[in-house]
Every structure is written in structure tokens, then in C-alpha cells.
């Protein structure tokens, strides 16, 4: 048995502004859209991962999802452009990461990465 996808699913009352939002900030492509749902993707395939964790590093809260993506300093000044509530400051971790935290329309706790290479 293997497992082949984890999908996340953000329940709101408004559809269309989430979807716009992520698409916005994540550059998103719509997968699917029955005006209920809509699946959003990178079109970039990765291995499925799932954290289960106590904490979320550094003193910080857990987050509801982790998006890793290649420019977190884009993200992050989009996030800014838009108004976007930033809730943990761009941070350089000890552990190789490079991220800052958000909170969604929908009051989903973002954290928004980039590996340091």
C-alpha cells in the first residue's frame, strides 16, 4: 500500500476570496473548480509529507499548513503589498529555514518557507 496524495481542506463560507487569495500570493493553479470546492496546485509533484508536532520551532505556534516555496522574501513583500497580517516575523531558523508566518481569510495560521541553501 502506498499512499499517493494528502490534500489539504480549508472549510469556508467564501470560495472565491480564498481562492483568489492563495492564487495571489502562491501563484496557484486551479485543478478542479465546482464552485463548492476548488483544487488548487503548483503543477510541481513532491513527496507526500505529513508533521505531527508539539510546537511550531522557535517558540512559535504550530501552524495549520507549511508552504515551502523557491523566493520567501517575494511571498513575504506580496504578503505585505496585500495587507496580509503577518504574525511571525521573516526569521532565518537554526535548523535551515528561512520563513515567516500569516494567517489566511479563513484564519488558517500559514507558515511560509524556503530551505537556505
Known amino acids: ?40 496546485s503548483s503543477g510541481v509533484s513532491m513527496p507526500v509529507q505529513m508533521s505531527l508536532a508539539s510546537e511550531g520551532g522557535s517558540g512559535a505556534p504550530v501552524p495549520d499548513l507549511s508552504i515551502e516555496v523557491d523566493d520567501v522574501d517575494e511571498v513575504h513583500d506580496r504578503a505585505k503589498a496585500q495587507g496580509v497580517p503577518i504574525v511571525y516575523d521573516m526569521t532565518d531558523e537554526p535548523w535551515g529555514v528561512r520563513r515567516f508566518f500569516l494567517r489566511d481569510p479563513a484564519d488558517k495560521l500559514l507558515n511560509v518557507l524556503t530551505h537556505r541553501r
Do not use: C, K
Not at 500500500?1 to 467564501?14: K, Y
Not at 480564498?18 to 495571489?24: E, G, K, M, S, V
Open 1 to 40: 500500500m502506498a499512499v499517493l496524495r494528502i490534500v489539504v481542506d480549508i472549510e469556508t463560507p467564501d470560495v472565491a476570496g480564498l481562492r483568489q487569495f492563495y492564487q495571489a500570493l502562491f501563484d496557484l493553479d486551479v485543478n478542479m473548480d465546482l464552485g463548492w470546492i476548488v483544487t488548487l
